[in-house]
């Protein structure tokens, strides 16, 4: 059974740092691209960052680049997102998400299956 778990999710104050993990069971996620998706109250879920298998390319939203890294250690069969510099604006229930193939995109509708979400608020 193809299953992802997020954590790492908490109330940060802004400035702060947080890492999510993303934890893959069912299947090797060393042959398929993933992605971090979030979406906050009101508003439609959004493209944050995302990783290839082929190459280890990687992509992020204009909105993380240069505060948010995301990685992959295939060992563990596990992705992080880890997420420096927070501001208010990144509260939002983050995902992550599987797709078939090995070339990541941010585009939410190629994604197969997706954990349940991970809660980040960032507020003083």
């Known amino acids: 059974q193809v299953q992802l778990v997020e954590s790492g999710g908490g109330l940060v104050q802004p400035g702060g740092s947080l890492r999510l993990s993303c934890a893959a069971s069912?299947?090797?996620?060393?042959?398929?691209?993933i992605g971090w998706f979030r979406q906050a109250p009101g508003k439609e879920r959004e493209g944050v960052s995302c990783?290839?298998?082929?190459?280890?390319?990687?992509y992020y939203a204009d909105s993380v680049k240069g505060r948010f890294t995301i990685s992959r250690d295939n060992a563990k069969n596990t992705v992080y997102l880890q997420m420096n510099s927070l501001k208010p604006e990144d509260t939002a229930v983050y995902y992550c998400a599987t797709k078939t193939g090995t070339i990541a995109t941010m585009k939410e509708y190629e994604y197969d299956y997706w954990g349940q979400g991970t809660q980040v608020t960032v507020s003083s």
């Open positions: 069912g299947f090797t996620l060393d042959y398929y691209a």
């Open positions: 990783i290839s298998s082929s190459d280890g390319s990687t």
